[in-house]
């Protein structure tokens, strides 16, 4: 890393708390690996895909794992790797490996993973040998035709293969993520829901946010919570689980338990006032929120011989100016220039 001089703190002394203007203490760090991905689906990118990111620019697993390091140190305590799709990534295992690793004022941090689970069935068994914890596993529909057409690839049995995979080596819990869109997989809910519960897994609908490369999202063609809920209703009893914290998630039990769904509601139900997640591009831009306009630059940072100091002091800064909220029903909202690929979830 062209000779950066790592800064050692003195051991003796615990870093104040990662805290923003608004009191909220972030804790998770989401790192994207790559911005690219093996699927192309319709609320993420267009059919040709997107320009990828420079290869100069993305971070190399040295610089990601000093960035991890800087965090954890100032008391990150969970790190997620997104993407794109991060098992794209070749050294996964090895990123994995060296994260899980790290120790700060709380210890090791927790290390999990977003796929779309392709890779799974021949990456599962190294990845938690490796010290990953757990993974979220997207899938929208149990309809073979419906997820050709929505991932404009025919890849639902290699995504059930993968679903099996973590789930044979030991993952837990499994989380299934599915993005609930009108008119397109609506009425599949209590089968996805249906699917979960009988394998020991949990199910989570995700409301569709403005994150798709072609800005073409509309609020009107969005299932909203409440949809998501009266639907699963009809079929379950569900019962609210208490203490949801700082996740994204509302929890509730599927007829008494001990299965659980969940519900992101971004949109209509927003979390902010609890959020305590950063998240770190391929190509080292440390954002404070998913929606967030402005990046801090940490990769010429690094590049530039930065020490451990300056390093966590830029990513206090960035914390420093998060805002309350995302804003996304105020009229001046504008959807990031980045589209989810290249942000990372």
């Known amino acids: 890393m062209g000779g950066a001089r ?14 923003d203007r608004f009191g909220r203490v972030h804790r998770d760090l989401r790192i994207s690996l790559t911005d690219r991905c093996s699927l192309r689906c319709t609320y993420c990118m267009p059919a040709e895909g997107v320009p990828w990111l420079p290869g100069s620019t993305m971070l190399s697993t040295d610089e ?7 965090g954890v140190a100032q008391g990150i305590t969970e790190i997620r790797l997104t993407g794109g799709e991060p098992l794209l990534r070749p050294d996964v295992v090895d990123v994995v490996r060296r994260m899980a690793a790290l120790t700060g004022p ?4 927790e290390i999990s993973l977003t796929t779309n689970a392709l890779r799974l069935p021949a990456l599962a068994a190294p990845l938690r040998d490796a010290g990953l914890a757990r993974v979220n596993i997207s899938i929208d529909t149990l309809d073979r035709e419906r997820f050709a057409a929505l991932t404009r690839r025919d890849r639902l049995h290699d995504t059930l293969a993968g679903i099996a995979a973590a789930d044979s080596v030991g993952f837990s819990p499994i989380k299934l993520n599915a993005v609930a869109m009108r008119g397109v997989n609506d009425d599949e809910l209590v089968d996805l829901v249906r699917f979960a519960v009988d394998r020991g897994y949990q199910m989570r609908f995700i409301e569709q946010m403005p994150l798709d490369a072609g800005h073409t999202w509309d609020r009107s063609a969005m299932v909203t919570q409440r949809e998501v809920l009266d639907a699963l209703r009809a079929a379950f009893t569900l019962t609210e689980v208490p203490g949801r914290g700082s996740a994204p998630a509302e929890l509730w039990y599927v007829d008494g338990g001990p299965a659980t769904v969940g519900v992101i509601a971004s949109v209509t139900a927003p979390f902010c006032g609890s959020c305590d997640r950063v998240r770190l591009t391929a190509d080292g831009q440390l954002r404070s929120c998913l929606f967030a306009r402005t ?30 909220g995302h804003d996304i029903d105020d009229p001046s909202f504008l959807q990031p ?8 979830g």
Do not use: F, Q, Y
């Open 106 to 109: 709380g210890g090791s941090p």
């Open 64 to 70: 990601l794992v000093r960035i991890a390091a800087v």
């Open 337 to 344: 220039d980045r589209p989810m690929s290249a942000i990372g």
């Open 295 to 324: 990046e801090t630059d940490l990769r010429t940072l690094l590049r530039e011989g930065a020490d451990d100091d300056a390093l966590a002091a830029a990513v206090r800064a960035c914390i420093t100016g998060k805002k309350p």
């Open 6 to 19: 790592v800064s050692t703190p003195d051991a003796a002394a615990t870093p104040a708390p990662l805290v």
